[in-house]
């Protein structure tokens, strides 16, 4: 199925169209050397996924979580050079954008460091919408995210596609009622996303380029 079939493509950030795991890991590490005097492993970070930064830290560090992440956020945009956009990604965009599909972001990261990293990259300008875990709910693998896109626009579900790289973004597309497209060029659980039946797989920007253009 091509492009033309979408009327909409919503995509994830990290690890979709943003290379931000070192970045996220490095932040969640400042954070702990600073007030808990040591390291996390990456395996004890990704086992925090789900929530937004905010509610994390808000967990962690209840009597000074306001400090903690005015930190967290400093850190996290100013180590950008950390991060990088996946080769290809922008001009996927930029040519979904011309051919008038409607661009949408489903994050589980919250507002505000996804529009640091949206800005840094210079893609904020391409998305119609932007949901972020501060805008709903139930985070991913929830699908309430989803569902407020086809509050904002007339949308036939069949239309409409979802890009992400790991499971919630397969699980929450699934609720939705949508096709998943997931892709495993930078994914944390490439295998696990393996083994889920995704109706689309792609290994590289590329590969997802030449399916929707």
């Known amino acids: 199925m091509s492009i033309k079939h979408y009327d909409a493509v919503i995509f994830d950030v990290d690890g ?3 290379s931000t795991n070192e970045l996220i890991f490095a932040s969640f590490n400042h954070i702990y050397e600073k007030y808990f005097g040591k390291k996390a492993t990456d395996e004890e970070i990704i086992a925090l996924f789900g929530p937004t930064e905010d509610i994390i830290i808000d967990r962690l560090f209840p009597d000074n979580h306001e400090q903690v992440k005015e930190d967290y956020y400093a850190f996290y945009e100013a180590h950008h050079e950390m991060a990088a956009l996946y080769p290809g990604i922008r001009e996927l965009l930029h040519a979904l954008k011309a051919r008038g599909t409607i661009l949408g972001i489903f994050t589980g990261k919250g507002r505000r460091a996804a529009i640091i990293t949206l800005k840094m990259f210079g893609l904020f300008g391409y998305f119609d919408l932007i949901i972020t875990g501060d805008e709903v709910v139930n985070h991913k693998p929830d699908g309430e995210g989803i569902f407020k896109f086809f509050e ?7 239309k409409v596609l979802m890009v992400g790289d790991a499971p919630p973004d397969i699980i929450a597309s699934r609720q939705a009622g949508i096709r998943i497209a997931s892709v495993v060029w930078d994914s944390y659980a490439k295998d696990e996303v393996m083994e889920l039946n995704s109706d689309y797989i792609f290994h590289t920007v590329q590969e997802l380029s030449a399916f929707l253009l």
């Open 16 to 18: 979709t169209l943003t």
């Open 152 to 158: 904002q626009f007339p949308l036939d579900k069949d």
